[in-house]
């Protein structure tokens, strides 16, 4: 994770079409304003995992174990050395 300070008015940049702006800074709240292009989706983390729930729930998907696949899996694909 690449973490740095930036003061009101500073501005970062991410790739060559999203600029994230410190607006505001009040206590230990920090506003932000990002200027990206509209085909790039923003979205607040705990909105976004909310989000990502509801489709694996809407899709019908449970989530997998992959060890225990893996273990099935087992002896049935043999390579040839």
């Keep these: 994770m690449l973490v740095l300070s930036r003061h009101k008015d500073e501005k970062i940049i991410i790739g060559e079409d999203i600029e994230i702006t410190v607006v505001e800074v009040k206590g230990d709240t920090v506003k932000l304003g990002i200027?990206?292009?509209?085909?790039?989706?923003?979205?607040?983390?705990?909105?976004?995992?909310?989000?990502?729930?509801a489709n694996i729930e809407a899709a019908g998907l449970k989530p997998v174990n992959l060890d225990e696949v893996a273990e099935k899996l087992k002896g049935r694909y043999k390579t040839d050395k």
């Design 35 to 53: 200027s990206a292009p509209g085909n790039v989706k923003i979205y607040r983390k705990e909105l976004y995992d909310i989000i990502a729930k």
